[in-house]
């Protein structure tokens, strides 16, 4: 046996296991004065948000909550949101974030099928809620109830026994928590829509939240304007999203504050960058797009280093360009929820210093290269498992692995498989490489479209189309769009003698899933099929790009 290994051996009891808990309780010993988030007339500091989520610890405790229990919730970026992070983690359980713009029966399925136990939900979404409930149809879930004083938005109605701060209050804030016995314990349980109208539930593990939250700090990187100050972090992208992309891990592990904002307007936006000095948010191109096209009545100055993340859709060159012009450093990211949100990112090298902006706005339009923190990037043929040439031209997937990369499916081992055949985690979009080794999306093998922000399922689009009487066959496909990245483009065969037009299918898809679902443009013609009757959706998608 090697010297190195004589009476070296660490006794695991005698340290924590990897968890972003452990940023926590640094910052309530640490930065316990300093404010942890901002919202609206109301702030925290960190020891305040501390004793909070200590007491929706002890709470769920009490309520019979315990380890790998699933609480739901369903929120906006609001405090409420933000102390789930880690007041959930805290108690054992596994905090289902879930996305608020979800129709009832979807929300129905993921309290189903992630078997929650609790439900935190925001009053303005109650219609929704109540009617998920009642598709249940059980009534052993505990619903607490999210009263926003901070907004002018009416409130809705109160679906269970008690409110948040109510709840708290059964809490102890002296109760002691532990720190999870196995670091690959689940933290979240986040769902994505997929290929399907069935959502799937990814499983991420407290050592891959904490690493993420380290990779964004060594990356963006998350520090302060000047040197010795602090973070601003403005919270743009949603916390039900990635868990907010483990911006609030990272944020805990600096000290930063959190300005949260509840409505993403270009006049928010700018109003908080003003009055808090806010040198980091990430968002979708969309809010790329409403910065940029804000009024002179909306913008306000900053004369300070702002940086930016953005993801989803790639954005075009043009924004990239107008949006550096606007004053912001902007980075290009690129992750799904299975890879706790970032982890591909478009590094700006020395030498990019001297080209033209058009050029260099193509360069960071890229997804880029590997986050440190990710042990592996590729982009290979499925089949053989062999990367593609790094030539810019060969189309390959895109494949990931290492720590921050999901545990798996919930209860579902066959779609986990799948995922990770060959030992690599599949993400289902097609890339090239390029010869200094920067990967670039060129298309979704699985045709999903991201608009917004928001992962859209061409499938579940056609099935909601293939309901109306009229509609003999539907294709619906990603189609460029300027404010959202890409938007649901449906092309449609209808029955002889049909006459429904194109905004009646659209109220139509509206009126039976979520709205932002829907297509925003129908158009109608013959389906181009292969001999066997498929339909070619890349005859339909070139539609876009030879005009």
Request: proline share 6%; charged share 20%; net charge negative.
């Amino acid at each position: 046996m090697s010297a190195y290994n004589d009476h070296l051996d660490r006794n695991p009891a005698n340290f924590e296991q990897l968890s972003p808990l452990t940023f926590f309780t640094r910052a309530r010993d640490v930065y316990g004065h300093r404010p942890a988030y901002v919202y609206g007339s109301l702030e925290r500091n960190w020891g305040e948000v501390y004793e909070r989520c200590t007491r929706l610890s002890s709470a769920l405790h009490k309520a019979g909550i315990g380890k790998n229990d699933t609480v739901a919730v369903i929120a906006p970026n609001i405090p409420e949101m933000f102390e789930v992070q880690f007041g959930v983690p805290m108690s054992g359980a596994v905090m289902n974030p879930i996305n608020t713009r979800l129709d009832a029966a979807t929300i129905a399925f993921i309290l189903d099928h992630g078997q929650a136990k609790v439900l935190i939900t925001d009053t303005r979404f109650s219609i929704e809620v109540k009617q998920a409930l009642e598709i249940r149809g059980r009534q052993d879930l505990l619903v607490i109830d999210i009263v926003d004083g901070e907004t002018d938005e009416p409130e809705g109605e109160m679906l269970g026994s008690m409110d948040y701060e109510a709840f708290l209050q059964t809490g102890d804030p002296n109760e002691g928590w532990t720190f999870p016995s196995d670091e690959w314990d689940a933290i979240s349980l986040n769902y994505t829509s997929g290929t399907t109208s069935d959502p799937k539930g990814v499983v991420v593990h407290h050592r891959g939240a904490y690493l993420i939250a380290l990779g964004t700090i060594a990356a963006w990187p998350l520090v302060g304007s000047e040197p010795g100050s602090f973070p601003v972090h403005m919270y743009v992208v949603p916390l039900f999203h990635c868990n907010g992309w483990g911006h609030a891990w990272a944020l805990a592990a600096t000290g930063g504050k959190s300005v949260l904002i509840r409505n993403i307007t270009a006049k928010n936006l700018y109003n908080g960058i003003a009055e808090h000095r806010v040198t980091h948010f990430g968002g979708a191109p969309i809010v790329l797009s409403m910065l940029i096209n804000a009024t002179e009545e909306e913008r306000k100055p900053f004369d300070w280093l702002v940086r930016v993340y953005t993801a989803a859709a790639p954005p075009p060159p043009s924004v990239l360009d107008a949006f550096k012009t606007a004053g912001f450093e902007l980075t290009h990211v690129y992750g799904l929820t299975e890879t706790y949100g970032h982890v591909i990112e478009c590094v700006g090298q020395e030498e990019w210093a001297d080209l033209d902006s058009n050029t260099l706005a193509q360069m960071n339009s890229r997804q880029g290269v590997r986050y440190a923190v990710l042990d592996g990037a590729m982009v290979a043929d499925p089949e053989t498992m062999e990367p593609v040439p790094m030539d810019g031209e060969t189309i390959g997937e895109v494949m990931m692995r290492g720590n921050v990369v999901m545990k798996g499916y919930f209860r579902n081992p066959k779609a986990t498989d799948e995922a990770f055949a060959g030992g690599w985690f599949h993400s289902g979009d097609l890339a090239v490489m390029h010869p200094d080794g920067y990967l670039q999306i060129k298309d979704r093998s699985k045709d999903i479209i991201i608009s917004g922000g928001e992962n859209i399922s061409s499938v579940e689009v056609e099935g909601a189309l293939y309901k109306h009487p009229d509609v003999l066959a539907a294709a619906v496909v990603a189609k460029p769009d300027e404010k959202w990245g890409e938007t649901p483009c449906a092309f449609v065969e209808l029955k002889e003698g049909a006459t429904v037009t194109e905004q009646e299918l659209i109220t139509f898809c509206r009126e039976n899933m979520a709205h932002f679902k829907a297509p925003r443009s129908v158009l109608f013609q013959e389906l181009p099929k292969t001999s066997t009757g498929k339909i070619q959706k890349f005859a339909l998608r070139d539609q876009f790009t030879s005009k």
